[in-house]
Every structure is written in structure tokens, then in C-alpha cells.
């Protein structure tokens, strides 16, 4: 991850010699160091400047840096504060990260630990700012009409459905499943002069075609075997309002000549029934079949189609609208985090790749379901890369995690030999993925069949038994 570098640090240490080895250390690391002998120096560059994080001595030749740090907190509750701190004074330590220190380094210290402290706390305030930034634009978004996304696509979407906001014209969304047909067809109804009315949904490909049709259009008492009351449908229950009708490419050829007199006449009678029921409705219809293909098939119907494809509108699947999906992620994790009671803090900068790189093939629908899935089992901190499910892992993602290794506490590294174990995990793990197929394996590898061959001889390379 990239670390702000140009942070600005205020470095308060009495003892000069050793203030000025770590002014040299910091500034050399890349930061803007600003440094003090004591508190009233301290206030002075507080009052005149702002800094990422504050490293301060516990004992001043003014004041108590404890008392300093409350002060410096109110001033500025977002800004870092590390603690330096003698043996004896490690109890003092303790009280500073009771009241608000962020970490605290024991003298005498390794320079090398104190920028690594440094650093990952930048990290993790960096991986704060950005994830407050996704919510902020979340709020933003989720008053928009209910469409979250900021990809030009949605952004028309938007534009159309304020267009379309005095209009009852009949309106198509296309889409893949999961993508969000109802979420638009919601922000269709709200937009309207319907809006007071009721929005009634109904998916035509989840209802069997003998209780669909009643489903639709209600029913007599009487009209069939276990019809022992009357009951209103869908399309009377939904009069003066909107109805979406979800997924109408699954529709029968029977129900589909009805639809279109119900379209063409604004009536229809109720199963059983010879009485005709007048209506005022707006019509939103939804698919993820291409509808002139199965036109072509004859599984359609060609006039029911340019009946319902008024407003045509087409919703892009995830894969292709980009930093959208980590608002939509931060958008899922804000709203399971109030209905689990979780702590979610956010998203590692890896996780937020692989996110971005991942297919969605299930769309929003598989995004909501991983953001509970998630939220439900993690409970708490920064969702990280092995909470996502093996299947969101690439093979390259995949290869680095099994050959991690901890280079922060290695007293030294043989890069000849590291790269020539990480190049035989790699042959391997090819050769294994293919069944050793050398042929797929070299493929996969992009390198010459006769070069992986001599490869494994060199390096005895065998199937596990």
C-alpha cells in the first residue's frame, strides 16, 4: 500500500542530541518534521500549522506531556499521537493510551521500529479517510432516488428518470439478473406524480402459469378448485399506482395475449368472472432475456413487445461500472452493521482490489449477499482477503498469500535462493492446477513447453503421491 509519505510530524524532545537523530531519521523517511524542546514550543506549532501526528516525550522540562496530549487531542481529535516513554514511566504510557494515545514506543527504541509504527498508523489512517469518503458519497448517493453509483451509465439512468418524472409512459428495464431492475423501477415509481399510490411487484418467472393469471387479475369465489372467496389481483390492487412486472420474458404465450388487452384496453375480468374491471395503472416491465431474440423464436410476442417498450431502459451489469462497487459495498456493510450489530470498519486496500477486479456474475444481488455473509461472520475490524470466499481469489492472488512471507521481522533474505523456491511454487502449483499437462501448464505460464520440461528436471520436480 502507499504510504502518505509527505505526513507532517511534530517531534516534542527535550533531550537534543537525541531529537536531532530522529528529525534526521524522520525527514530522510520522507516527512515534514517539525521539532520542539518543550510544551510551549509545542502549543506555538500546533496554533500555527496542521500535523498528521504528533511524537512526543512523557517528561518536559515545562509540563507533563500527558497533559499536553489532552490538550492537543481537543485541539485536534483526528491528528496521531505516539508516546516516547522511560521504564519508569511506562505506567504513564498506559494512561496515555487510556486517554487517547494511539501507540507508545519504550526507550531506548529501534529508529527502524518507530518508522514502521509511524507508518502503519498512516496506513491505517489512510484506509479511515478513504472508507469515510465511500460512506460520504454513500449518503450522498442513497438520496438520489435510491440508485447508488457515480458511472456514467447510472448517471443517465438519473437524468432519465427525472425526464420521465410527469410521464405514465410504459417503461422496459433490461438487465442481467441482480442487477438492480427493481431498485430502478422503485426509483421510477418515487419519482412520479404515482407516488402516493401503491407500487406493486410481482415476478412472472417465479409463479407457476396456472396461479400466475390469478395472481395478475384476481379471481371469483368459485372459479376453481379451492377458490372459496373472491380475491383481487395484482393489477386491481395496484390501481392508481404502478405495478412492475419482474422478469415478463418468462411470461406464457396465453398470458402474454392478456397482458397485451390489458395494455391496448386498460381492463381485464378476473378468473372465472365475465365482468370486466376498468383501470388506471402505470405499467414498468423487466427482463434479463434479449426480447427480440426470443421474438425470433417465437417465444414472445412482437406487438405485446412494442407495447412495453415504450421508455426502454438498460441497466449495466457490476463488472462494468467500476468504483461503483466499492460505494455498493460500503453502502451493504453500513446497512448490515446496524441490522447484525456488527463493527465493520471498512475495507483493506487488497480486498478493495480484488473487489474490483472480481466478474460479479450474480451482480448486486451477490454483492449484498457477500456484504451480510461478511458482516454477519467477521463482526468487527477491516475485512480482509481471507474473509472473501476462495472463488473471488485469483490465481496470482492465490499464489502470493500461500507464498507470503514476513519481511519486516527476517533478519536477511537470500534473494537467489527465495526467488528460486518461489519459481519452483509456481511450476509446481501450474503443473498441479493442469493435472501436469505440460503443455496447458507452460500455456498457463506463458514460457516454452521445452523450458518448463528442463525446468523440472533441473529442479526434481515430481507429482505428489
Not at 518543550?38 to 518536559?60: E, I
Not at 507508518?119 to 435510491?146: H, W
Not at 428518470?161 to 430502478?184: A, F, M, N, R, Y
Not at 463482526?379 to 507464498?403: A, C, H, N, V
Request: neutral net charge; proline residues 3%.
Amino acid at each position: 500500500m502507499h504510504v502518505k509519505q509527505a505526513a507532517f510530524i511534530l517531534l516534542v524532545e527535550d533531550n537534543e542530541d537525541f531529537r536531532l537523530i530522529l528529525q534526521d531519521a524522520l525527514e530522510s523517511a520522507g516527512f515534514h518534521v517539525t521539532s520542539v524542546m518543550n510544551t510551549m514550543r509545542a502549543r506555538q506549532a500546533m496554533s500555527q500549522g496542521k500535523f498528521d501526528l504528533t511524537l512526543m516525550d512523557v517528561r518536559l522540562p515545562d509540563g507533563n506531556g500527558l497533559e499536553l496530549m489532552r490538550e492537543f487531542r481537543k485541539t485536534d481529535p483526528d491528528m496521531g499521537i505516539i508516546i516516547m516513554t522511560g521504564f519508569a514511566e511506562l505506567d504513564s504510557a498506559v494512561d496515555a493510551i487510556r486517554l487517547g494515545a494511539n501507540d507508545f514506543l519504550k526507550k531506548p527504541f529501534d529508529i527502524n521500529e518507530m518508522l514502521l509504527r509511524i507508518k502503519e498508523f498512516l496506513k491505517t489512517q489512510k484506509l479511515k479517510e478513504d472508507n469515510l469518503s465511500l460512506r460520504q458519497q454513500v449518503r450522498a448517493q442513497s438520496n438520489s432516488m435510491g440508485l447508488i453509483g457515480q458511472c456514467r451509465a447510472i448517471q443517465q439512468l438519473k437524468e432519465t428518470i427525472q425526464l420521465l418524472g410527469s410521464s405514465d409512459s410504459t417503461v422496459l428495464i433490461t438487465g442481467e439478473s441482480g442487477s438492480g431492475k427493481e431498485v430502478l423501477a422503485k426509483a421510477l415509481h418515487k419519482s412520479g406524480t404515482r407516488v402516493s399510490k401503491p407500487l406493486v411487484s410481482i415476478n412472472c418467472g417465479a409463479i407457476p402459469e396456472e396461479l400466475l393469471e390469478s395472481e395478475l387479475f384476481g379471481h371469483v369465489k368459485g372459479a376453481f378448485t379451492g377458490a372459496v372467496r373472491a380475491r383481487p389481483g395484482r393489477f386491481e390492487i395496484a390501481n392508481g399506482g404502478t405495478i412492475f412486472l419482474d422478469e415478463i420474458g418468462d411470461m406464457s404465450p396465453k398470458l402474454q395475449v392478456k397482458l397485451l388487452r390489458v395494455l391496448q384496453e386498460r381492463c381485464f375480468e378476473p378468473v372465472g368472472s365475465q365482468q370486466s374491471i376498468q383501470i388506471d395503472v402505470r405499467v414498468i416491465a423487466a427482463t434479463h432475456r434479449n426480447l427480440e431474440k426470443e421474438i425470433e423464436a417465437g417465444r414472445f410476442r412482437e406487438d405485446l413487445f412494442y407495447r412495453l417498450n415504450v421508455i426502454p431502459l438498460s441497466l449495466p451489469p457490476l463488472r462494468e461500472r467500476g468504483d461503483d462497487t466499492l460505494l455498493l459495498t460500503d453502502y451493504f456493510i453500513g446497512r448490515f452493521n446496524k441490522l447484525k450489530q456488527a463493527q465493520i470498519t471498512g475495507l483493506s486496500d487488497e480486498v478493495k482490489q480484488t473487489i474490483l477486479n472480481y466478474q460479479w456474475p450474480g451482480n448486486v444481488r451477490e454483492l449484498q449477499n457477500l456484504a451480510e455473509r461478511v458482516t454477519t461472520l467477521k463482526r468487527t475490524g477491516m475485512i480482509e482477503l481471507e474473509d472473501l470466499p476462495s472463488r473471488m481469489i485469483s490465481d496470482k492472488e492465490r499464489l502470493l498469500q500461500s507464498f507470503h512471507m514476513d519481511i519486516a521481522n527476517a533478519d536477511c533474505i537470500d534473494l537467489k535462493s527465495t526467488v528460486d523456491e518461489f519459481e519452483s511454487h509456481l511450476i509446481l502449483s501450474a503443473l498441479e492446477r493442469f493435472n501436469w499437462n505440460k503443455n496447458q501448464a507452460a500455456n498457463f505460464l506463458t514460457m516454452n513447453r521445452t523450458t518448463l520440461v528442463e525446468k523440472i528436471k533441473k529442479k526434481g520436480l515430481q507429482p505428489h503421491k
